[in-house]
């Protein structure tokens, strides 16, 4: 069985510009979290999408967007991209939602480098 | 809000010792307790979980007990390899106004030489 892939794996872009990164879920999984990873604050919940619904969101300027797809893929968006916006950005996928304490299953991520 | 505190890194041993990683949580409800390991250039991979309190969690010589009263979720592993060389997180999800968001510690580094 695929595991979660992420498409693009590295990505470099410029102050003010935008960017979208893309998720595909493990085959049957309905469930899609997205995380940011960087040194300084560790690994931080964006949000969660379920069934195409937003289900649970972290606590991120509204810069920080994403949406699912009927055939449970995501992609996530980040507009007017600042310099501190640079990290590893994971997605997770599980059967139900977090809330159930399903497994989640990580994508080896999506490096974005701002400039 | 809720929160993982781990203990900091890194934790560097020499193969067969013993392991332990500290973890302890803040949380409002019962969280469901998690351990992920993220090995060099991969993704998080679930190691084990515990869902009630007492509940113990293991997998690959690994155990972790959930203990409700000191609010902790310990790692240990008693002969660890090198092939365990790698980042293990801590993490939680717990009920949260009819939310659910998931919280991870910051990350505990593990080297272990031959």
Not at chain 1, 25 to 37: D, F, T
Not at chain 2, 21 to 29: R, S
Request: hydrophobic share 30%.
């Amino acid at each position: 069985k695929a595991g979660v892939t992420q498409t693009p794996r590295y990505l470099i872009k410029t102050r003010g510009q935008q960017v979208t990164l893309s998720c595909s879920p493990i085959s049957g999984h309905r469930s899609v979290s997205w995380y940011q990873q960087t040194p300084g604050q560790g690994l931080q919940f964006l949000f969660e999408y379920f069934s195409e619904t937003q289900r649970n969101k972290g606590n991120f300027p509204g810069r920080f967007s994403g949406r699912q797809f009927s055939n449970s893929r995501s992609e996530m968006n980040v507009s007017t991209l600042e310099l501190g916006d640079s990290a590893l950005y994971l997605c997770a996928s599980s059967l139900r939602t977090s809330g159930d304490g399903d497994e989640q299953f990580f994508g080896p991520g999506t490096r974005l480098t701002v400039l | 809000g809720d929160s993982v505190t781990q203990m900091e890194g890194p934790v560097t041993l020499s193969e067969e010792a013993f392991l332990t990683i500290n973890c302890t949580y803040t949380a409002t409800g019962y969280p469901s307790l998690f351990w992920y390991v993220q090995y060099p250039g991969e993704g998080l991979q679930l190691l084990l979980k515990a869902t009630k309190a007492d509940d113990k969690g293991s997998n690959k010589g690994f155990e972790a007990t959930y203990r409700k009263e000191t609010t902790s979720f310990h790692l240990e592993k008693g002969s660890v390899q090198v092939s365990d060389s790698a980042v293990y997180f801590c993490a939680l999800t717990a009920p949260s106004g009819g939310s659910y968001i998931p919280t991870f510690g910051r990350g505990t580094s593990l080297i272990v030489h031959p």
